[in-house]
């Protein structure tokens, strides 16, 4: 049986050619082992002379727990320099990938160990940051070089893509302080991607595509789905990557747009009428859950209190038309005839640009006109965007490496 400290730790370490130099603390500490390799002759990489130690520095690397106690790996790495005067090498640090790579800051078992945990077992970053004893920046930097790696080295590992789902996320600073005259960096898009025919995520994130052309309408297969009232930026990523792709409107964000719409008539109105904004006492603040509800899930109750507060506070009836129209474009979805869908799409929009109507509704009709063959082209390929931002954000670490470990 071993007892000497020092052999037990290289038996832990459990490479050749490296060597334990000692282990420190208690066990109320952490566990710091040093290391250094074994290697005496080390050759010139230019003329290959027997190369002389110059110095040693010392590197501190985040290593797997012993016996549950957080283990530190510091590695006295020598540099070495040419013997040979006429050499133009200089000198160099040792590198030794079966320990570390360069760069890093996790010994290579702990991050391949860690890139198991998040990945195949679903573990948080956070979670597996506190049993290594180091920051969350740590393992996640790690996870995520580890992860590329393991793309990378698997190209085919999506079958055929059937539906892509695209989405625009919007970020903005979380320490933006506006009033006190600092400098904020402004917002950044993100633009990501899913397959939705398997909700798997494809790409994490990417940046918003340069300025390009309009879509070009229903023309082909796969399928895309997105949403109807992006910036030409964002929908000129069919033109540039998925030409000959059918577009989606999504049947979500179409509702959503349409529910923004009467939200903003009813805000308009209640300024118009009051010259403030909403208030409790208010009925058009008072009838703003109703209004977003589905017609259908409205009790006899529930419509007979919306239709009160609307006569209270909508004396020309602009919130309950743009109402009936946020109804109309619900009901879009309850049949699954494309021709038919296209035929709705075309009258309502036109219907919707009558001069007595609310400008709200107006604006819906026109998107509704624009994306008419996104819209329809929905009751054909019957799929949605998929997972949420946040869903495909998260899914996006963890899908890399579960293929990988599959």
């Not at 010259?275 to 703003?288: E, F, I, M, N, T």
């Not at 063959?373 to 890399?400: C, F, K, M, Y």
């Amino acid at each position: 049986m071993e007892t000497d400290p020092t052999r037990m730790c290289e038996r832990f370490v459990d490479l050749p050619d490296i060597g334990v130099l000692g282990v420190d603390g208690n066990y109320r500490e952490p566990l710091v082992i040093h290391f250094e390799s074994r290697r005496v002759v080390v050759g010139c990489r230019e003329c290959g002379v027997v190369a002389r130690v110059k110095d040693r520095s010392l590197v501190t690397l985040v290593d797997l727990p012993v016996n549950g106690r957080p283990t530190t790996a510091v590695w006295h790495k020598r540099r070495f320099h040419c013997a040979e005067l006429a050499c133009s090498t200089g000198s160099w640090t040792e590198q030794d990938s079966r320990v570390a790579f360069a760069r890093h800051l996790t010994t290579d078992r702990a991050g391949r160990w860690l890139t198991k945990q998040i990945g195949k077992n679903g573990r948080s970053v956070q979670e597996v940051a506190e049993e290594l004893g180091c920051a969350w920046h740590t393992v996640n930097d790690t996870l995520l070089a580890y992860g590329e790696a393991l793309v990378d080295d698997d190209p085919t590992r999506f079958g055929l893509v059937e539906a892509l789902g695209l989405d625009e996320v919007l970020f903005v600073s979380s320490c933006a302080r506006a009033s006190t005259g600092a400098s904020v960096s402004p917002p950044r898009s993100l633009t990501s991607s899913a397959d939705n025919s398997s909700t798997s995520c494809l790409v994490e994130v990417g940046p918003r595509p340069a300025p390009g052309s309009r879509p070009k309408g229903r023309s082909g297969s796969p399928t895309c789905a997105t949403r109807p009232w992006t910036s030409r930026a964002y929908r000129s990523v069919f033109d540039k990557t998925v030409p000959r792709a059918t577009q989606v409107a999504d049947p979500f964000h179409v509702i959503k747009l349409a529910n923004l719409k009467l939200d903003e008539c009813r805000r308009r109105v209640q300024n118009e009428l009051f010259g403030h904004r909403g208030r409790k006492h208010d009925s058009l603040y008072r009838a703003r859950l109703l209004l977003t509800k589905a017609d259908e899930r409205l009790s006899d109750n529930g419509r007979e209190k919306l239709m009160g507060l609307l006569n209270a506070g909508d004396p020309k009836g602009e919130v309950f038309a743009t109402w009936r129209a946020k109804e109309l474009v619900r009901g879009l979805y309850d049949h699954h005839d494309p021709d038919l869908a296209l035929e709705f799409v075309q009258r309502l929009g036109n219907d919707l640009q009558e001069s007595e109507l609310p400008e709200e509704a107006r604006s819906l009709g026109r998107t509704l006109l624009r994306w008419k063959d996104q819209i329809a082209a929905w009751h054909e390929a019957h799929v949605s965007n998929g997972p949420t931002e946040a869903a495909i954000l998260w899914s996006a670490q963890n899908r890399v490496h579960d293929v990988a470990y599959r």
